[in-house]
């Protein structure tokens, strides 16, 4: 139904309703909390009770009370004065001592004792009124004596609101007491920051196997689960091949690993560093990476850091000077330096973990390299297939901020 609708089949059987209870003489606010339970939720559901219902009942409210203004006469209030604070105060004492004790019998506490009194001894204000005016008796004298009665207990609302708001503020006077049952632990989360580097290996040989898709894809599952979960912690993706360089997350995606440009079963080349574009990019210089780590990560603010490394070969390129020296096959100097990388880049109280891909069970010669590395570096290594990189790195990643 749309608004109107709903406002339309609410005012008719509003006033069906209200003309059967002023056939059997009942008042209109009876009819009216009546309709109510027939056209909500828990009767026929015809009305939902949106914005705009809860919007109007607001209003009629405000317009009530403006009328209990204008019915207000300030002489009046003088002469009745007496009788509606003595009658309004002995009845609010009489009611809250009366339920308090009747509370206590029942076995409350002091404390649910007092508040269950203190709701006991105020009446509504809205509804005496409109019963009032409903038999036009607003102005009759037990009328107006009511009407000071009422506001009596209404200053003595107040009253007792600020008396309860300090009350709790203090909490020195509420006690609460726990047992363990009432504590149920339904999450937990680390609080302390981390500083992640993930470098990536892009080197030829990451395109079998599917090894490149699933590193790409737990960059982005990082960079997601990050973002959402844990903003305090950051995330630099760093790709090496025959150099190193920080990667763009959004430009994750379209990355591929370098093809191969040279066939050759050995190569051994120096050349100047500024002239690497002109070198073949499918070695791999995991020492440039670990240099570039470091430096971001040194810019970086979290309480702890990490470098994960996720490669499927031994180095077979890195930085000497001003030069790059390509190896290959890899050679011990290339694996010496490397090394000497990575345990600078401990130094910096960054805990390396290297994620070896070991689909190719021909070619395994290499991770001894991997082993080398993870002593000297007093690191973490794992050995899984390109499939279980996703599982190991967030398991890692997520033990590490323990």
């Given at each position: 139904?749309?608004?109107?609708?709903?406002?339309?089949?609410?005012?008719?059987?509003?006033?069906?309703?209200?003309?059967?209870?002023?056939?059997?003489?009942?008042?209109?606010?009876?009819?009216?909390?009546?309709?109510?339970?027939?056209?909500?939720?828990?009767?026929?559901?015809?009305?939902?009770?949106?914005?705009?219902?809860?919007t109007l009942a607001r209003l009629g409210i405000a317009l009530l009370l403006f009328l209990v203004g204008l019915k207000l006469d300030i002489g009046l209030i003088r002469r009745f004065g007496r009788v509606a604070l003595a009658?309004?105060?002995?009845?609010?004492?009489?009611?809250?001592?009366?339920?308090?004790?009747?509370?206590?019998?029942?076995?409350?506490?002091?404390?649910?004792?007092?508040?269950?009194?203190?709701?006991?001894?105020?009446?509504?204000?809205?509804?005496?009124?409109?019963?009032?005016?409903?038999?036009?008796?607003?102005?009759?004298?037990?009328?107006?004596?009511?009407?000071?009665?009422?506001?009596?207990?209404?200053?003595?609302?107040?009253?007792?609101?600020?008396?309860?708001?300090?009350?709790?503020?203090?909490?020195?006077?509420?006690?609460?007491?726990?047992?363990?049952?009432?504590?149920?632990?339904?999450?937990?989360?680390?609080?302390?920051?981390?500083?992640?580097?993930?470098?990536?290996?892009?080197?030829?040989?990451?395109?079998?196997?599917?090894?490149?898709?699933?590193?790409?894809?737990?960059?982005?599952?990082?960079?997601?689960?990050?973002?959402?979960?844990?903003?305090?912690?950051?995330?630099?993706?760093?790709?090496?091949?025959?150099?190193?360089?920080?990667?763009?997350?959004?430009?994750?995606?379209?990355?591929?690993?370098?093809?191969?440009?040279?066939?050759?079963?050995?190569?051994?080349?120096?050349?100047?560093?500024?002239?690497?574009?002109?070198?073949?990019?499918?070695?791999?210089?995991?020492?440039?990476?670990?240099?570039?780590?470091?430096?971001?990560?040194?810019?970086?603010?979290?309480?702890?850091?990490?470098?994960?490394?996720?490669?499927?070969?031994?180095?077979?390129?890195?930085?000497?000077?001003?030069?790059?020296?390509?190896?290959?096959?890899?050679?011990?100097?290339?694996?010496?330096?490397?090394?000497?990388?990575?345990?600078?880049?401990?130094?910096?109280?960054?805990?390396?973990?290297?994620?070896?891909?070991?689909?190719?069970?021909?070619?395994?010669?290499?991770?001894?390299?991997?082993?080398?590395?993870?002593?000297?570096?007093?690191?973490?290594?794992?050995?899984?297939?390109?499939?279980?990189?996703?599982?190991?790195?967030?398991?890692?990643?997520?033990?590490?901020?323990?």
């Amino acid at each position: 139904m749309s608004v109107f609708q709903e406002m339309a089949a609410l005012l008719a059987i509003a006033s069906a309703i209200g003309l059967v209870g002023i056939a059997l003489r009942q008042p209109l606010i009876v009819s009216f909390i009546a309709v109510g339970i027939l056209v909500g939720p828990s009767g026929f559901g015809i009305v939902s009770g949106g914005i705009v219902i809860e919007t109007l009942a607001r209003l009629g409210i405000a317009l009530l009370l403006f009328l209990v203004g204008l019915k207000l006469d300030i002489g009046l209030i003088r002469r009745f004065g007496r009788v509606a604070l003595a009658t309004g105060l002995g009845q609010v004492a009489f009611t809250s001592i009366g339920g308090l004790l009747i509370c206590l019998a029942l076995g409350m506490g002091a404390v649910e004792a007092l508040y269950v009194a203190v709701a006991l001894t105020f009446s509504s204000t809205i509804i005496i009124v409109k019963l009032l005016s409903d038999k036009r008796e607003i102005d009759a004298l037990h009328g107006r004596i009511a009407l000071g009665f009422l506001i009596v207990q209404d200053v003595a609302v107040v009253l007792a609101m600020m008396a309860i708001g300090t009350h709790g503020a203090a909490g020195a006077a509420c006690p609460l007491f726990l047992a363990q049952a009432d504590i149920d632990r339904y999450a937990a989360e680390c609080t302390d920051s981390s500083s992640v580097a993930l470098l990536v290996d892009m080197s030829y040989s990451m395109s079998n196997f599917g090894r490149f898709y699933h590193a790409k894809r737990i960059a982005l599952a990082m960079d997601a689960l990050i973002r959402q979960r844990f903003p305090e912690d950051s995330l630099d993706l760093i790709g090496f091949y025959t150099r190193a360089e920080p990667i763009r997350i959004d430009r994750l995606p379209l990355l591929m690993p370098r093809p191969v440009s040279l066939t050759d079963k050995k190569l051994s080349l120096r050349l100047p560093l500024d002239d690497a574009d002109r070198a073949p990019q499918h070695l791999t210089n995991l020492q440039m990476a670990f240099d570039l780590a470091g430096r971001t990560l040194a810019e970086r603010h979290g309480r702890k850091k990490h470098a994960f490394i996720v490669l499927d070969g031994e180095p077979t390129a890195f930085v000497d000077g001003a030069d790059l020296v390509l190896r290959y096959p890899a050679d011990e100097q290339t694996a010496a330096a490397t090394l000497q990388s990575a345990q600078a880049l401990a130094r910096q109280d960054v805990q390396l973990t290297t994620f070896a891909l070991i689909d190719d069970y021909y070619y395994m010669d290499w991770v001894a390299f991997v082993d080398r590395m993870t002593r000297a570096t007093r690191g973490v290594s794992f050995y899984c297939g390109s499939d279980q990189l996703p599982r190991c790195v967030l398991e890692s990643y997520i033990a590490g901020k323990r």
